[in-house]
């Protein structure tokens, strides 16, 4: 009777530890494919009875308007990882679209872009080197101010007038270092203009945060 509830507890006890073991393995593969999105409506009004000084976004007047689809993906491998994200709508075009103001639908432009109704936000790969330092290339939502253009990332679902004077989009290198949780440094060079996935000849601008 003792050999056998020996044995019960020795069996039981390997069992635990192939459990735990399988438990390890999948904990310490890669991170699965992240995929996150949003959709958005607004009904806005205004007691003057017309448009009173618009910012970029959700300018519609008396009307329930669509914004936009919002799609993003997210991978790591390793110390790398990669980050896109696509939107399509209203929100998404005109004034957030590189190349797409309504100017450049005139004939005898180049880039034949008008009203496009899908925008890039973000498209970029990042490298930890360690636990404190990462670098960053790509196409990627501006760190100038604090909103974006999607507004589920957004305080307000309106944007404010310094976020429609400035860039939405910042394409080039950063590094970042975090010298806590809470406190971190970045800087990198970007192309010579905002908001757009190409450079116009040069990569000349400094950011840093």
Known sequence: ????????????????????????????????????GSVDTYFKTDFSGKPNIPTSFANELNSISIGMVDLGLKKSVGKASFVGELSFGPRGQQESIPNADPGLAYVG????????????????????????????????????????????ANFNYSTSYLFTNGPFQNAGLKATYAFSDKVSLMAGIFNDYWNVYQSGGKVNTFGAQ
Not at 109 to 136: C, E, P, R, W
């Open 1 to 36: 009777m003792k050999k056998r509830f020996l044995l019960l507890i020795l069996a039981a006890s390997s069992f635990g530890l192939a459990a735990n073991a399988q438990d390890t393995i999948k904990t310490t593969g890669d991170a699965p494919l992240v995929l996150s």
């Open 109 to 152: 432009n180049s880039t034949g872009v008008a009203y496009s109704s899908y925008h890039i936000q973000n498209l970029y790969v990042s490298y930890a080197f360690t636990d404190k330092f990462s670098m960053t290339a790509g196409y990627m939502s501006t760190f100038i101010g604090y909103e974006v253009i999607s507004p589920a």
